[in-house]
């Protein structure tokens, strides 16, 4: 045979098959899905696959309502765990105040045995700190305040309740000891010097400073000057830089030692003749009126009576307060100079406190 000339196995429509469903012997017809579903007996949404065969038992439209349908769980509160066959099972809710415990083996609720009454609750606190409402027995609220007792510097304060206004503060005695105010706060161009240790330093008089006290194209008082021994003292008279307020008189020609240190000084003469003869001419700085002279500048040969002489230096000197410094001009000869006429305006001194 060529062909099948079996008329109901010819030409079967879309999204069908060939059988029989009608339960006994019969041709063979055209089933639907819905027919072959039935016949095989196959779940659907309206037969859903068993439990026994694997499945929900339900129509479930959601994964929820799928675990719905297989947990142990009925009641609001239920918990499922695994019990000793070991088989899901049902845990069901507790009462009002029962906790969750363990049982042998097995979770359970249970009601607590470890209970007690809390009758006071009180609260102390460091020094720094005030409390009220200390002790509550039934009900109420603890409060804290400052107390006014400076926190300690072990704890991270400063061991004081005030401080002078303005004031440097400085460690205490000890490493926890309160801070400390300096004594005062020093006055307008003081600084602030070290006492040593176990000392609070304290405000005073700059004594490092480039303080300047000076006089520049300064005139001499005098006509003559005699230089023997030590009354040769040249005085100026114009200060045009007095930061040493009143320490240089120009009338005696002394500067008044203002503050202990080492002084920069430096003087020049005017230019003298009218010699008596031959010999050395130079500057001395005379301390105390009668007392220790230096040397300022070099020693300068006088060579004839007719010479022009000028003599100045420069020298650092540690000085005291109180003394008095003086700028002398010696001879060999003793001898009564006379200034040159217009040379005075070139003479000058200056001091200045280096350290």
């Excluded at 016949?39 to 339900?58: E, K, N, R, V, W």
């Amino acid at each position: 045979m060529s062909k099948v000339s079996n008329k109901f196995l010819a030409q079967v429509p879309a999204d069908t098959l060939k059988g029989n469903n009608t339960g006994s012997t019969a041709n063979v017809t055209d089933l639907t899905v819905s027919q072959v579903q039935t016949m095989l007996s196959i779940p659907t949404s309206s037969s859903p696959l068993s439990l026994a065969a694997g499945g929900t038992g339900t129509s479930a439209a959601s994964a929820n309502a799928a675990f719905d349908a297989l947990s142990p769980m009925t009641t609001a509160g239920d918990i499922i765990y695994e019990n000793a066959t070991p088989t899901a099972a049902r845990l069901g809710i507790g009462t009002t105040g029962q906790v969750l415990t363990v049982s042998s083996g097995l979770p359970a609720w249970a009601t607590p045995t470890n209970t007690g009454t809390v009758t006071s609750v009180a609260m102390t606190v460091p020094s720094f700190l005030s409390v009220s409402g200390s002790p509550i027995t039934t009900s109420g609220t603890l409060a804290l305040t400052l107390s006014g007792t400076a926190l300690p510097v072990a704890n991270g304060g400063t061991g004081d309740t005030s401080f002078t206004a303005y004031a440097v503060v400085c460690g205490g005695t000890g490493s926890t000891t309160a801070l400390q105010s300096i004594a005062s706060v020093g006055t307008s161009g003081q600084v602030l010097t070290s006492n040593g240790a176990g000392a609070l330093p304290t405000f005073q008089a700059a004594s490092g400073s480039a303080s300047l006290n000076s006089t520049s194209y300064a005139q001499i008082t005098a006509s003559t000057i005699n230089t023997s021994g030590t009354s040769g003292i040249l005085i100026y008279k114009t200060l045009e830089f007095n930061d040493f307020s009143g320490s240089y008189s120009t009338t005696t020609g002394l500067f008044t030692v203002p503050n202990t240190g080492r002084y920069l000084i430096t003087a020049q003469s005017p230019d003298f003749d009218n010699f008596s003869g031959t010999g050395r001419i130079y500057m001395t700085l005379q301390i105390n009126s009668t007392g220790t002279s230096f040397r300022v500048g070099p020693y300068f040969w006088i060579a004839s009576s007719s010479a022009i002489m000028s003599v100045g230096g420069s020298g650092v000197y540690s000085l005291t307060a109180g003394q008095t410094v003086a700028f002398l001009v010696v001879t060999d000869n003793g001898d009564t100079l006379t200034v040159q006429d217009g040379s005075a305006v070139s003479a000058y001194f200056s001091i200045t406190q280096v350290h």
